[in-house]
């Protein structure tokens, strides 16, 4: 037992590496998630990770005390009040997408009991869970995207089909017109 305790312990320069790939994490990172993963298997994180790679996002198992230490360094040293049990990172810098994470995560917990949001850093603030997952519930930016398009275009179809039926329409008008006098 000795021997695999000796195999696992990290030297300085291993921690103090493992601190500064924290602190880029932190730094470059748009959306960052942290979560408890206890009680999961390794098929069921590799799972996570596979669905998380579709956006361009990783989860990562961190050593909470240089995560602390990395936290302390940062500008989100609230992010240290998350950090109990056995946490990973769900991190991304892809602005693009943090609604398509945040909605993969949500939809992973709901899947897994053992897998809980604890809170993160999402669009330049400290969230908690719940608001993590109330943020997930909003329509992407994508998915309103296309209903402004379709908005946009509703006034146009209205005059072409107008435009098309000159005859049935101005027949339609006059109606409308002799109805309302």
């Given at each position: 037992?000795?021997?695999?305790?000796?195999?696992?312990?990290?030297?300085?320069?291993?921690?103090?590496?493992?601190?500064?790939?924290?602190?880029?994490?932190?730094?470059?990172?748009?959306?960052?998630?942290i979560a408890n993963?206890?009680?999961?298997?390794?098929?069921?994180?590799?799972?996570?990770?596979?669905?998380?790679?579709?956006?361009?996002?990783?989860?990562?198992?961190?050593?909470?005390?240089?995560?602390?230490?990395?936290?302390?360094?940062?500008?989100?040293?609230?992010?240290?009040?998350?950090?109990?049990?056995?946490?990973?990172?769900?991190?991304?810098?892809?602005?693009?997408?943090?609604?398509?994470?945040?909605?993969?995560?949500?939809?992973?917990?709901?899947?897994?009991?053992?897998?809980?949001?604890?809170?993160?850093?999402?669009?330049?603030?400290?969230?908690?869970?719940?608001?993590?997952?109330?943020?997930?519930?909003?329509?992407?930016?994508?998915?309103?995207?296309a209903k402004l398009?379709?908005?946009?275009?509703?006034?146009?179809?209205?005059?072409?089909?107008?435009?098309?039926?000159?005859?049935?329409?101005?027949?339609?008008?006059?109606?409308?017109?002799?109805?309302?006098?």
């Amino acid at each position: 037992m000795y021997k695999t305790a000796q195999k696992h312990r990290l030297s300085r320069t291993e921690k103090e590496n493992l601190i500064n790939n924290f602190l880029n994490i932190i730094s470059s990172s748009k959306v960052l998630v942290i979560a408890n993963y206890d009680g999961l298997n390794v098929a069921q994180i590799t799972e996570l990770r596979r669905n998380l790679l579709k956006y361009n996002s990783k989860f990562k198992v961190i050593k909470n005390k240089l995560f602390e230490l990395a936290l302390n360094k940062s500008d989100v040293k609230e992010l240290r009040q998350f950090i109990n049990k056995s946490v990973g990172i769900v991190y991304s810098d892809n602005e693009q997408s943090i609604q398509e994470i945040l909605k993969s995560i949500v939809d992973y917990e709901k899947q897994y009991e053992n897998f809980k949001i604890i809170g993160g850093y999402v669009y330049n603030s400290i969230v908690d869970a719940n608001k993590i997952r109330e943020i997930s519930k909003l329509p992407s930016q994508k998915e309103l995207v296309a209903k402004l398009i379709y908005l946009c275009g509703v006034p146009l179809r209205r005059l072409i089909l107008t435009l098309k039926n000159p005859i049935t329409s101005l027949l339609f008008i006059l109606e409308k017109k002799s109805v309302s006098k």
